[in-house]
């Protein structure tokens, strides 16, 4: 267990369990795209960490470029996404797989669906390293999924409680 501000927290998912999962999305997505560069594009600050493994396991030629985005303070989302830090290369015609950390309602998801449908890129598809079905209240189809989660809040592996639990190299839900 492990405390971070006033909230404790219990273990949820290893070190090795995440990376499998990493492993297996960044497979597919060579798989699917093994003929082009895609240009994968992290979300900030969570999806550093899973951008960074991502990166590892992807064996094909690729770019990568970050976005920031917030939609959270403390354990529940705003329902409001900012945009804090965009893009500013030309993907036009480019095939776009945005990296996040996590999908739960699915703002963000949509945000950078309309984001991405201006600069008219050639394909546009999300892969998440978890993804929180009863809480995705959206139409938008998430191409690649790691691990599916209960609706329980998280922190570790880019995922944190008021800027804490990051560095965590396992995942850990609220006790």
């Known amino acids: 267990m492990i405390q971070l501000h006033d909230k404790q927290f219990v273990p949820f998912i290893s070190e090795q369990e995440i990376d499998f999962a990493i492993a297996t999305m960044a497979a597919q997505v060579e798989a699917d795209f093994a003929d082009e560069t895609p240009v994968f594009v992290g979300v900030l600050n969570g999806a550093f960490m899973v951008v960074s493994d991502f990166m590892k396991h992807y064996k094909k030629p690729?770019?990568?470029?970050?976005?920031k985005l917030a939609s959270?303070?403390?354990t529940?989302?705003?329902?409001?996404?900012?945009?804090?830090?965009?893009?500013n290369q030309?993907?036009?015609?480019?095939?776009?797989?945005?990296?996040?950390d996590i999908v739960d309602t699915g703002n963000t998801v949509a945000e950078l669906k309309a984001l991405f449908k201006k600069q008219n890129v050639k394909h546009f598809k999300i892969?998440?390293?978890f993804l929180k079905?009863?809480?995705?209240t959206k139409?938008?189809?998430?191409?690649?999924?790691g691990i599916r989660i209960p609706n329980k809040f998280i922190v570790g592996f880019g995922l944190d409680y008021d800027g804490?639990?990051?560095?965590?190299?396992?995942?850990?839900q609220l006790k």
């Open 62 to 67: 690729c770019e990568v470029s970050f976005i």
């Open 72 to 74: 959270y303070e403390g």
């Open 76 to 87: 529940s989302s705003t329902n409001e996404v900012k945009q804090l830090i965009g893009l």
């Open 90 to 100: 030309d993907l036009t015609g480019r095939t776009v797989i945005v990296i996040e």
């Open 127 to 129: 892969a998440t390293l």
């Open 133 to 136: 079905p009863d809480a995705y």
């Open 139 to 145: 139409d938008i189809k998430i191409d690649y999924v």
């Open 164 to 172: 804490l639990g990051r560095n965590l190299r396992e995942v850990y």
